[in-house]
């Protein structure tokens, strides 16, 4: 053997030789596999990301003397108040509180929590939660995510010993016990136990076995007319002589069924757009499993919107389509409508977004949740699985709201021992579908850590799409109370946009308030258009400005639809093409909604 066959290779030529490549994912297989298992024990969520939050809060909040004289001072005013009220409580049944809860929060709503000890109980307990926001918030020099998540953590720790969540310090528990001998208990944890079962046998929550697609919900009559490996393409049939000659075609998000948007025969949306006379369009997405761990962002474009796109051109040809995003349907919407208008495809004749964001600057509560560390441990889990678990997002979601979601039910149905009624809102909620693997890692990655799209990165067949090449005209909804999609943020369209937008905010939350059928009570919303020659607002100035109106959103939209539509209306078009390869594959509401997708 030569001097120069014996001596090592150069690393250069290990890395031709993939030998480098190969060994270091090995290194990084490890890393993955570790993270899988300390996620076992956090709830997937990173302790690093946690552990940097609490020391950038705790070194800035040793660090500041004043900070810290000024919470002395906050706790001892604050005890003055409790020790005030407290007396004058003793003496006067009637004593107004000292401290009201913060909007929403209706806890101590019920009247047992007028009466002594309870009214001290809760406004200690509130007192208390004042101090620790006081705490958590303002601390010079801390990151402003790592703030938040400070804040989150603190808040979610209170909560857990809220006078509210414990048998003894709530009046409405006491008197239920009073009422039945105990008996609640006894029904409380008999709840207990079957929701436990419950979850461990991967079965759905109770009662939602009332609420199956195509038999109690999802049941507009319509035909799968495409579908490929990611999606089923839902026709619905008219109910009206004569139609509108622009079809609608909606786009959900993949996160969730579709058919919070075909709910009950009184609260779809599909059904109240076939009955106002338009051909409807919608996508129902396959439920992913491991195999489907190298989707992309770009092929849920391709083989959702763009491939559900051609199939309605080829039923109703000739004509421009409604195209309708939810969620994260709307933001893959816009990246399509983007791509579109870049290559000159005018196939649109509008684009609606509903509850959906497309600049991720200030994404809400869920950023909570995604910062490098996190994604990193987030990436971890998805790659063990191939797809990130319908249990895992269904946790974080009730997080952002663990009084309304956790310990609201805790109380109810393990404390009172009762059993609130199952809607078909709350079947379809507890009806959550997996996300693959590729795809989510690049949604979080791309928009909501690096926000792509908005700041013209975000690569489409070689070219960036940007929402300012959108033409058609936009009607953009957003929620008042909306923790995922913030209506503040999604507002941010007539920024980034320049086409004229319709812009409604209705009453009601990221769900509810989409599903806002006309009759619905106290419903409520506000509605401005902005031309493209008009000048920008801000999101107050436009609450000043835009008109309010009592009902339903619905009824706006459809008459928008009809502004923005050909004036005569035509025959309905045939079910399907099969001369065109998209022939009636069989009823709605199709395959892929069901049960029997699940993994």
Same mark, same amino acid.
């Given at each position: 053997?030569?001097?120069? @066959?014996?001596?090592?290779?150069?690393?250069?030529?290990?890395?031709?030789?993939?030998?480098?490549?190969?060994?270091?994912?090995?290194?990084?297989?490890?890393?993955?596999?570790?993270?899988?298992?300390?996620?076992?024990?956090?709830?997937?969520?990173?302790?690093?990301?946690?552990?940097?939050?609490?020391? $950038?809060?705790?070194?800035?909040? @040793?660090?500041?003397?004043?900070?810290?004289?000024?919470?002395?001072?906050?706790?001892?005013?604050?005890?003055?108040?409790?020790?005030?009220?407290?007396?004058?409580?003793?003496?006067?049944?009637?004593?107004?509180?000292?401290?009201? *809860?913060?909007?929403?929060?209706?806890?101590?709503?019920?009247?047992?929590?007028?009466?002594?000890?309870?009214?001290?109980?809760?406004?200690?307990?509130?007192?208390?939660?004042?101090?620790?926001?006081?705490?958590?918030?303002?601390?010079? #020099?801390?990151?402003?995510?790592?703030?938040?998540?400070?804040?989150?953590?603190?808040?979610?720790?209170?909560?857990?010993?809220?006078?509210?969540?414990?048998?003894?310090?709530? *009046?409405?528990?006491?008197?239920?016990?009073?009422?039945?001998?105990?008996?609640?208990?006894?029904?409380?944890?008999?709840?207990?136990?079957?929701?436990?079962?419950?979850?461990?046998?991967?079965?759905?929550?109770?009662?939602?076995?009332?609420?199956?697609?195509?038999?109690?919900?999802?049941?507009?009559?319509?035909?799968?007319?495409?579908?490929?490996?990611?999606?089923?393409?839902?026709?619905?049939?008219?109910?009206?002589?004569?139609?509108?000659?622009?079809?609608?075609?909606?786009?959900?998000?993949?996160?969730?069924?579709?058919?919070?948007?075909?709910?009950?025969?009184?609260?779809?949306?599909?059904?109240?757009?076939?009955?106002?006379?338009?051909?409807?369009?919608?996508?129902?997405?396959?439920?992913?499993?491991?195999?489907?761990?190298?989707?992309?962002?770009?092929?849920?474009?391709?083989?959702?919107?763009?491939?559900?796109?051609?199939?309605?051109?080829?039923?109703?040809? $000739?004509?421009?389509?409604?195209?309708?995003?939810?969620?994260?349907?709307?933001?893959?919407?816009?990246?399509?409508? @983007?791509?579109? #208008?870049?290559?000159?495809?005018?196939?649109?004749?509008?684009?609606?977004?509903?509850?959906?964001?497309?600049?991720?600057?200030?994404?809400?509560?869920?950023?909570?949740?995604?910062?490098?560390?996190?994604?990193?441990?987030?990436?971890?889990?998805?790659?063990?699985?191939?797809?990130?678990?319908?249990?895992?997002? @269904? #946790?974080?979601?009730?997080?952002?709201?663990?009084?309304?979601?956790?310990?609201?039910?805790?109380?109810?149905?393990?404390?009172?021992?009762?059993?609130?009624?199952?809607?078909?809102?709350?079947?379809?909620?507890?009806?959550?579908?997996?996300? *693959?693997?590729?795809?989510?890692?690049?949604?979080?990655?791309?928009?909501?850590?690096?926000?792509?799209?908005?700041?013209?990165?975000?690569?489409?067949?070689?070219? /960036?799409?940007?929402?300012?090449?959108?033409?058609?005209?936009?009607?953009?909804?957003?929620?008042?109370?909306?923790?995922?999609?913030?209506?503040?943020?999604?507002?941010?369209?007539?920024?980034?946009?320049?086409?004229?937008?319709?812009?409604?905010?209705?009453?009601?939350?990221?769900?509810?308030?989409?599903?806002?059928?006309?009759?619905? *009570?106290?419903?409520?919303?506000?509605?401005?258009?902005?031309?493209?020659?008009?000048?920008?607002?801000?999101?107050?100035?436009?609450?000043?400005?835009?008109?309010?109106?009592?009902?339903?959103?619905?009824?706006?939209?459809?008459?928008?639809?009809?502004?923005?539509?050909?004036?005569?209306?035509? /025959?309905?078009?045939?079910?399907?093409?099969?001369?065109?390869?998209?022939?009636?594959?069989?009823?709605?509401?199709?395959?892929?909604?069901?049960?029997?997708?699940?993994?």
């Amino acid at each position: 053997m030569t001097a120069a @066959a014996s001596a090592p290779k150069p690393l250069t030529a290990v890395a031709a030789s993939g030998e480098e490549s190969v060994g270091s994912e090995g290194f990084r297989a490890i890393d993955r596999m570790s993270d899988v298992v300390v996620a076992q024990v956090t709830a997937g969520f990173s302790p690093a990301s946690l552990a940097l939050a609490f020391f $950038d809060w705790s070194i800035h909040l @040793a660090a500041a003397p004043g900070k810290r004289a000024e919470l002395v001072n906050k706790a001892e005013r604050k005890t003055s108040r409790l020790l005030g009220y407290l007396a004058a409580a003793s003496t006067h049944s009637d004593t107004p509180p000292c401290i009201e *809860p913060l909007p929403g929060d209706y806890r101590f709503a019920a009247e047992g929590w007028k009466k002594q000890p309870y009214a001290a109980f809760a406004q200690a307990f509130l007192l208390n939660q004042q101090w620790w926001h006081n705490v958590t918030h303002e601390v010079p #020099g801390v990151t402003p995510h790592h703030e938040h998540v400070v804040s989150f953590v603190t808040r979610q720790l209170l909560d857990m010993f809220s006078p509210s969540n414990h048998p003894l310090t709530n *009046p409405e528990v006491v008197a239920k016990a009073f009422e039945t001998g105990g008996a609640n208990f006894i029904q409380g944890w008999r709840n207990f136990v079957e929701d436990a079962t419950r979850t461990a046998t991967n079965q759905p929550p109770v009662g939602t076995d009332g609420f199956i697609p195509g038999k109690d919900v999802a049941v507009t009559p319509g035909k799968v007319v495409y579908r490929n490996h990611l999606i089923e393409l839902i026709q619905y049939a008219p109910t009206t002589d004569k139609v509108r000659a622009e079809p609608v075609l909606i786009v959900p998000a993949w996160i969730m069924k579709y058919y919070i948007l075909d709910l009950s025969p009184g609260n779809s949306l599909v059904r109240y757009l076939v009955e106002n006379g338009h051909t409807v369009f919608c996508v129902s997405w396959r439920n992913p499993d491991a195999a489907d761990r190298d989707l992309t962002m770009d092929d849920y474009r391709r083989m959702g919107v763009m491939a559900a796109l051609d199939a309605v051109n080829a039923i109703v040809p $000739d004509r421009k389509i409604h195209a309708t995003g939810y969620c994260l349907g709307g933001t893959l919407l816009t990246i399509a409508a @983007a791509a579109m #208008g870049r290559a000159g495809d005018d196939r649109l004749a509008s684009v609606t977004l509903l509850a959906a964001q497309i600049d991720f600057t200030e994404p809400g509560e869920l950023a909570l949740f995604i910062d490098h560390s996190q994604m990193h441990f987030l990436n971890s889990m998805m790659w063990n699985r191939g797809y990130l678990s319908a249990d895992q997002m @269904a #946790g974080a979601f009730q997080l952002l709201r663990t009084n309304d979601l956790i310990w609201s039910r805790h109380v109810r149905e393990y404390l009172m021992g009762e059993r609130a009624p199952m809607i078909d809102l709350m079947a379809w909620n507890a009806d959550s579908t997996r996300m *693959p693997y590729r795809m989510h890692s690049e949604y979080l990655r791309r928009l909501y850590l690096d926000n792509e799209l908005v700041a013209g990165r975000f690569m489409v067949d070689g070219r /960036p799409a940007v929402p300012q090449n959108i033409r058609a005209p936009m009607f953009v909804v957003g929620t008042e109370h909306d923790h995922v999609a913030p209506w503040r943020s999604v507002y941010k369209v007539h920024q980034l946009t320049d086409t004229d937008v319709t812009f409604v905010l209705t009453s009601g939350g990221h769900n509810a308030g989409i599903v806002s059928e006309p009759g619905h *009570p106290r419903r409520r919303f506000r509605v401005a258009t902005k031309r493209v020659a008009d000048f920008d607002l801000g999101p107050e100035e436009w609450l000043l400005a835009a008109e309010r109106k009592d009902g339903s959103w619905w009824i706006e939209w459809t008459r928008w639809l009809g502004a923005h539509s050909s004036p005569e209306t035509v /025959p309905p078009p045939s079910m399907g093409a099969s001369d065109e390869g998209y022939p009636a594959l069989e009823d709605a509401p199709g395959s892929y909604v069901l049960p029997a997708m699940r993994v």
